[in-house]
């Protein structure tokens, strides 16, 4: 969503899928899927392929040394500031610290467990369908890592920041559940604004819910706190992919944590470019679920109608995908 509901997007755009890419014209690709560099990621965005496979051959050695540095260097960290339902949720996801992971082998450790699996896709994928996807308990994903020589430079999201920031939360149950809720809440919107004669209008107060629909993600899914038995702690994976930001968000003073508030979420403008200074906490899974509820009842009475301007911009691609 334009840099705003995927952490780190860099607003890549594709169509919807014409079908995966033929298995037996893998040769012709480079060795290679580091971001940014993979003729085949390339090949698929030209041909409007969102939804692919994992060419896993692909990988370089390089790649898998991007994984295992990553891996290495944020496994201390998790024990440390990672909240416990993602302690115990990547512990059984049984991921190999040493290679990047295969989405067919994490999916049949994840999927008896809430249902949830990670889908490969070749980019940006446009608001609706990413909540959608949610909706139907998928989860869209990256399959490039970056380059290893640039481990903190991430203008996107990764596998890494996909599979290990995002994906042990969804072997949990409340949590999957929430995400299932925000698909719920797309599918409400698409509902409201479809019922909207003037176009204008019908334009002007989809921007405004997905906008706040946006920032409800970023706060929670992507950069929340929890605030338990043990202290603060983190679950949102923008914090649980970043070496640095793991540590700033609980450590430093120059970060100000607040109790999540529904009304300030939504009509608060964040930006992606640096380490945030505002973040709110939830008690529990069941009450993030429970907000998302409150959002969606918000969302029916007109409420999000009229949200605070500013970031994130909402793009043109991702309001179409309401109206199809
Ligand atoms: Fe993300």
């Not at 997905?210 to 994976?237: C, H, N, P, Q």
């Amino acid at each position: 969503m334009g840099g705003a509901v995927r952490a780190h997007n860099g607003g890549m755009k594709t169509v919807p899928s014409k079908g995966a890419p033929i298995r037996k014209e893998i040769d012709q690709y480079k060795q290679g899927l580091t971001t940014t560099q993979a003729s085949f990621i390339e090949d698929a965005q030209k041909n409007g392929q969102l939804y692919i496979y994992q060419p896993y051959d692909l990988y370089s050695e390089e790649n898998h040394t991007a994984w295992k540095k990553l891996f290495a260097r944020m496994e201390p960290r998790w024990k440390r500031y990672a909240n416990e339902h993602f302690l115990k949720g990547i512990a059984s996801l049984c991921l190999d610290p040493e290679r990047v992971p295969r989405l067919e082998d994490v999916n049949e450790f994840l999927c008896p467990l809430t249902g949830f699996q990670a889908k490969a896709v070749s980019g940006y994928v446009p608001a609706f369908q990413f909540f959608d996807c949610l909706r139907n308990r998928a989860f869209p994903t990256t399959i490039t890592i970056r380059s290893s020589d640039r481990l903190d430079y991430l203008p996107e999201p990764d596998i890494f920041h996909d599979i290990a920031g995002h994906v042990p939360m969804h072997t949990d149950k409340a949590f999957a559940d929430t995400l299932v809720r925000f698909g719920d809440c797309a599918h409400t919107a698409a509902e409201i604004v479809k019922g909207i004669k003037n176009h204008e209008e019908q334009l002007r107060r989809l921007t405004s819910i997905v906008r706040a629909m946006a920032r409800f993600f970023w706060f929670t899914i992507e950069f929340g706190l929890m605030k338990g038995k043990d202290g603060m702690k983190v679950y949102g994976s923008g914090l649980l992919s970043s070496f640095g930001e793991i540590a700033h968000c609980i450590e430093s003073d120059q970060v100000q944590r607040y109790p999540i508030q529904l009304e300030w979420v939504i009509n608060q403008s964040f930006e992606i470019d640096h380490y945030q200074p505002l973040l709110f906490y939830v008690e529990s899974f069941d009450h993030l679920f429970s907000l998302v509820d409150t959002l969606e009842s918000w969302m029916r009475e007109g409420k999000l109608d009229n949200v605070a301007p500013g970031e994130p911009g909402i793009n043109e691609e991702d309001i179409e995908s309401f109206l199809v």
